[in-house]
């Protein structure tokens, strides 16, 4: 009986020590962020509304550059280094960044809004993301690759649509997936 409340007891100090860890550089940014706007906001003789604020700004992006152009790239090197001899994991890692890339890399791929057809009979049609044109290197011909965001989610689908039954939309991008995310209650 004892043994088995000492494995609880464990497993939730195990838990609690997993928590602190997650939370622990989250409150610690935001404390030192308060700290350092508290210092700015009151170093100057007047007051000049907003001041700490554009100083944070500039400060942490400036730590933002100095952290992907300086330390951030080599890091990023051994990180994707050590996956890459994991090929299950490199496989998951490698699927999740062309997705984040996708959305808001510097090569985005979301860039053409389409009206596609999916049910001929009811005139059914959603509005997706022309992915990919050419089929060709998957041995599929005349159809495109359109990638269906579900609304307020971050998660999608993709279909293999026959050509003729995409339309381009004349909207931006951006607007295009507000307007799917939200459930078509925004304005286009």
Do not use: W
Not at 49 to 69: D, E, H, K, M, Y
């Amino acid at each position: 009986m004892h043994k088995c409340i000492y494995f609880k007891m464990r497993k939730l100090i195990s838990f609690f020590i997993q928590g602190f860890i997650f939370v622990a550089p989250l409150c610690i940014t935001v404390y030192i962020l308060f700290l350092i706007f508290e210092f700015f906001d009151g170093i100057l003789p007047f007051k000049i509304p907003g001041l700490g604020i554009l100083i944070i700004i500039v400060f942490v992006t400036l730590l933002g550059f100095i952290g992907q152009t300086i330390i951030g790239r080599p890091i990023r090197f051994v990180i994707e280094r050590t996956i890459g001899k994991a090929p299950f994991i490199q496989a998951i890692y490698s699927s999740i960044k062309d997705l984040l890339s996708a959305f808001v890399g510097k090569e985005k791929k979301f860039n053409q809004p389409v009206l596609v057809k999916v049910n001929k009979i009811s005139n059914l049609e959603k509005i997706g993301f022309m992915t990919k044109e050419d089929l060709s290197d998957l041995n599929i011909e005349d159809k495109v690759a359109v990638y269906f965001p579900h609304c307020y989610a971050v998660s999608g689908e993709l279909f293999i649509v026959p050509k003729d039954d995409v339309k381009p939309l004349d909207i931006p991008a951006a607007e295009a997936m507000k307007f799917i995310v939200s459930g078509g209650v925004t304005k286009v």
